[in-house]
């Protein structure tokens, strides 16, 4: 069967990133986008392979109970999101599914100890910052689904109610070599806009309202209106955040993320724990508020900047700026915990060796990709850790993204 042909299937999973899927006639498995395990749908072929295909969802035969109408009118288009089409709840559920199939079929664990995911309070208006890119005529828009063209956007209901109050009102056309529009915004409901181009900014650039705007070319961020840095409050800890330094984009769960890792990392006072991929010292600031010596490494130079405005004179701390992969065979401390909070592309293989010849007791991993996670997780195992459990979180609702905060004992 080629492109174009028209499948009825009755579809069994749902796969990490975003597609139900079902078996055909022939026992191939076809993934379909927007759809829900339990449904029997109608699709029509897109993409062909020897051992699997893609269909576009044409028609729903038979609908799952959990399937809703999604709230945004560019949903299925846009490829922002993917889950809008299903309730909260099931989406938390799938999550935790996902991260123990993963662990499963590519960390070969056996039954894996997941957790109930803990559910974003809301599913919708969470998000603390927003990316737009630019269509050919200067509007404002995201990806289109499974594409890198730039699709024009209306609306948008991920974003916090202050970045929603804001991005409509951008009128960038005018701006040239204009590439992207960020938006972002912390817990005093302060709004900063981000402008990424190629050269430098128009003399006459002028953003009404309470904003500030930051012009990136080659690297360098220059400041036109209002201060630079948001501050987001932490469970009563403040942390100002420079434009180019990654934050947590989830408002809401940032206080949860912090307390379980505190729980799973059960700081001893006085033992020397490493913060591995520590960005602004999120967790940096807690580990050695319970009493650690903390030794930290980031690459991001304004990053370690934010962490050393917010650790400034904390003499338990010891930051190492540069990659986690150069930096760390250079540091002699012997930790007794790790706690890693790697990019999406997880651990490199030399840095899971580095930390399990080590031996610190236990590790706690913060993964925002759960197949990495389970790759890596695969490597500590075969150097003598065992997984004791992994919690997802819901810091992307409506989206096949999931955050999940795992513990690993020697």
């Not at 986008?33 to 897109?46: K, N, Q």
């Not at 840095?229 to 984009?249: C, I, N, R, T």
């Not at 490597?379 to 993204?401: K, N, S, W």
Request: glycine share 8%; charged share 20%; net charge neutral.
């Amino acid at each position: 069967m080629g492109l174009g042909t028209t499948l009825d299937l009755t579809l069994t999973g749902m796969a990490y990133g975003g597609d139900a899927f079902g078996k055909d006639e022939q026992g191939r498995v076809v993934f379909v986008p927007f759809a829900l395990p339990g449904e029997r749908v109608r699709v029509t072929l897109t993409e062909h392979r020897r051992g699997w295909a893609r269909g576009r969802l044409t028609s729903i035969l038979e609908p799952a109970s959990q399937r809703v109408d999604p709230a945004c009118k560019h949903y299925a288009q846009c490829g922002g999101c993917h889950y809008q089409h299903m309730t909260l709840e099931y989406q938390t559920s799938l999550k935790a599914d996902i991260v123990r199939d993963q662990l499963t079929r590519l960390g070969h664990f056996t039954a894996p100890p997941v957790l109930a995911t803990i559910p974003s309070p809301t599913p919708n208006q969470t998000r603390n910052h927003i990316q737009f890119g630019l269509t050919a005529s200067g509007r404002l828009g995201f990806r289109a689904a499974g594409s890198h063209r730039i699709i024009p956007v209306d609306e948008c209901h991920l974003p916090e109610p202050s970045i929603s109050a804001v991005w409509p009102r951008l009128r960038l056309a005018h701006i040239p070599r204009l590439r992207r529009v960020s938006v972002r915004t912390d817990t005093r409901q302060c709004t900063q806009v981000s402008l990424e181009a190629e050269g430098p900014p128009p003399r006459d650039l002028k953003l009404d309202g309470p904003l500030s705007a930051m012009w990136h070319a080659g690297g360098v961020a220059t400041c036109l209106q209002g201060a630079d840095k948001l501050e987001f409050d932490v469970m009563g800890y403040p942390f100002p955040v420079s434009s180019l330094s990654f934050f947590q984009v989830h408002n809401g769960l940032v206080d949860s993320l912090i307390c379980h890792a505190l729980q799973a990392m059960a700081v001893v006072p006085g033992e020397v724990l490493f913060d591995l991929y520590a960005g602004v010292g999120l967790f940096s600031a807690f580990l050695a508020k319970a009493g650690a010596r903390v030794v930290a490494v980031e690459l991001s130079p304004h990053a370690c900047a934010d962490y050393r405005a917010h650790l400034e004179g904390a003499r338990s701390v010891v930051l190492h700026q540069g990659a986690v992969e150069d930096v760390l065979p250079s540091i002699p401390d012997r930790p007794q915990g790790v706690l890693v909070d790697p990019p999406r592309s997880g651990l490199a293989p030399s840095v899971v060796q580095d930390l399990i010849a080590r031996r610190p007791s236990r590790i706690v991993y913060v993964s925002c990709d759960p197949s990495t996670l389970a790759r890596d997780g695969q490597r500590l195992v075969a150097g003598g850790y065992r997984l004791e459990q992994a919690l997802p979180i819901d810091m992307f609702p409506q989206t096949f993204h999931i955050e999940t905060l795992s513990l690993w004992r020697r």
